[in-house]
C-alpha cells in the first residue's frame, strides 16, 4: 500500500494548484483523510481533514481559501488551494488513518494511520 502524492510546484501569489494523494492496492476501508505540511523550521501541522462520513475541517490559516475532497471510488483525496500566499510554501503531505487492505494472500490487514511521501508547494513571485 502506497500514498503516492502528486500537483504540487511553483505559483505566483494569489494563484492555484490541485493536489492529489492517491492511495494504491487492494484497499476495504480508509478512515479519515488529511493534508499536512511542514515548512522549513516548523513543526507539521494539519491543514485539512475530511472523514468517511464527509465531515471536514480545516486549518484556520487556509479557511475560505482550501477545499479538500475525497473520491472513495479512487481512493483519492485532494486539497484546492486557491489565493495562495508565500507563507503557504512547505511540503504537503498527505495522510490516512484507520486504513484496511488485502495483502497477497488475501490476508486482510488493519493500520492506524499510513503517510504520503509529500509534494513541495512554493509560493513566490
Known amino acids: 500500500v502506497q500514498l503516492q502524492a502528486s500537483g504540487g510546484g511553483l505559483v505566483q501569489p494569489g494563484g492555484s494548484l490541485r493536489l492529489s494523494c492517491a492511495v494504491s492496492?487492494?484497499?476495504?476501508?480508509?478512515?479519515?483523510m488529511d493534508w499536512y505540511r511542514q515548512a522549513p523550521g516548523n513543526q507539521r501541522e494539519l491543514v485539512a481533514s475530511i472523514t468517511n462520513s464527509r465531515s471536514i475541517n480545516y486549518a484556520d490559516s487556509v479557511k475560505g481559501r482550501f477545499t479538500i475532497s475525497r473520491d472513495n471510488a479512487k481512493n483519492t483525496v485532494y486539497l484546492q488551494m486557491n489565493s495562495l500566499k508565500p507563507e503557504n510554501t512547505a511540503v504537503y503531505y498527505c495522510?490516512?488513518?484507520?486504513?484496511?487492505?488485502?495483502?497477497?494472500?488475501?490476508?486482510?490487514?488493519?493500520?492506524?494511520?499510513?503517510w504520503g511521501q509529500g509534494t513541495q508547494v512554493t509560493v513566490s513571485s
Open positions: 492496492g487492494r484497499i476495504y476501508t480508509i478512515g479519515a
Open positions: 495522510h490516512v488513518d484507520n486504513l484496511g487492505y488485502y495483502r497477497d494472500d488475501d490476508v486482510p490487514v488493519a493500520v492506524k494511520d499510513r
